[in-house]
């Protein structure tokens, strides 16, 4: 009985010091608590926390007597220090909040490259693992030998000379496709139209068959260049080393964890944010087309939600964050290191997104701003904030 009375309590004590350990442990992800929580002031909420009420009271003024259009987010893993939406409406006419969907265009890139390292941890990739590992199949292309040498590295670190499939399509289309589509005088077409044939044209199949196909500009893991072919690419491969679809698998891995309730990948449901319209900028819409490389939907409180997890170290272990952090010539992973911080900006032909992440003696200040194109001002933002943070 005394066993018995003795395992009864040693059990209750192990469920209590769990209980503890699990309610004290991950990434604040309550962020939309946190705003209901906090002081508010014609769509500002804003902490009143004296450690850093000088960022607060600067962004403050700067959202009510200045010209910011968009919504702005300033948090540190435990606090929401600034949250506004001003002068941008949305698609029902209201000013927009914290809580408005945008278009994040590359800073999609850092989904990515979770993806990519969660399947690392996984053993079901390497770093090291090269092109023509992963897609034999494409043996007999004009360009395999030289491609099959690009590594899963030089793709997240952006070393591979593929061409830009966003940038630079007709390159990637090659001139004879391009004739046939356009006719002799390609120029002639207006942009927005010739984007939209090229997107409903360049599916998997033929990004890939034009992969191993197109001559690269320079050999793999010589220098940085950015390109967007890269990250599709990686996008390509997390469905065929996970077998699921890439929706499937980043809604696993990373939506689901982090609560992101707001956001979709390659799904295109429509952004909440308006923007002003132009024919000429009508271009890159269809998700799928941009998929890895820019077609993520988000908004300011579930993007907080990732960069606390990820940068709190709960969606990747300690290895899988050192190559994050593992800047070569500046990039790494979907990220940039300039000036001192990460980040990671994505310019849509609709939207402008910044993402930074500051750090200063083990603290860490998430800063993200969402705005129109042309209308973006992050580096003021950033700039000001990195200034005042201590």
Not at 113 to 118: E, F, H, L, T
């Amino acid at each position: 009985m005394k066993m018995k009375k003795l395992i009864s309590i040693f059990l209750v004590v192990i469920n209590v010091l769990l209980f503890i350990s699990c309610s004290s442990s991950g990434p604040k992800l309550d962020v939309e608590d946190e705003l209901n929580k906090m002081k508010t002031d014609n769509n500002i909420y804003y902490s009143e926390n004296e450690d850093y009420s000088s960022i607060v009271k600067w962004l403050k003024y700067e959202f009510e007597e200045n010209d910011i259009r968009g919504t702005v987010i300033v948090a540190t893993d435990d606090e929401v220090l600034f949250a506004a939406g001003a002068r941008l409406l949305d698609v029902d006419g209201n000013e927009v909040t914290p809580f408005t969907t945008y278009e994040i265009g590359s800073c999609s890139k850092a989904f990515v490259g979770v993806c990519i390292m969660k399947l690392v941890e996984d053993g079901k990739l390497k770093l090291t693992d090269t092109l023509g590992d992963i897609y034999p199949a494409f043996s007999s292309y004009p360009n395999f030998e030289k491609v099959s040498k690009i590594t899963v590295s030089d793709l997240l670190h952006m070393r591979t000379g593929l061409i830009d499939y966003v940038n630079h399509p007709d390159q990637f289309l090659g001139e004879e496709r391009v004739y046939e589509i356009f006719g002799p005088d390609p120029a002639a077409t207006p942009w927005a139209e010739a984007y939209t044939k090229m997107e409903s044209i360049i599916d998997d199949e033929l990004f890939l068959e034009l992969i191993f196909t197109n001559e690269m500009t320079i050999e793999p893991n010589v220098e940085y260049s950015y390109n967007n072919s890269n990250y599709h690419l990686l996008s390509l491969i997390v469905e065929n080393v996970s077998g699921k679809s890439y929706e499937e698998y980043i809604n696993e891995v990373i939506f689901e964890p982090c609560k992101m309730t707001s956001t979709s990948a390659v799904s295109g449901e429509p952004v909440t944010a308006s923007f002003k319209y132009d024919p000429e900028l009508d271009y890159l819409k269809d998700p799928e087309f941009l998929m890895g490389a820019g077609d993520i939907h988000t908004n300011a409180v579930d993007l907080i939600k990732f960069d606390r997890a990820l940068f709190g170290g709960y969606l990747l272990n300690e290895e899988s964050m050192k190559e994050i952090y593992n800047f070569i010539d500046g990039y790494s992973c979907g990220w940039e290191n300039e000036m001192g911080y990460i980040s990671h900006r994505g310019a849509i032909p609709r939207f402008q997104t910044s993402n930074s992440i500051l750090e200063k003696d083990g603290k860490k200040l998430y800063v993200i701003t969402f705005s129109n194109l042309g209308e973006d001002k992050s580096s003021l933002i950033i700039q000001n904030v990195d200034r005042m943070f201590s």
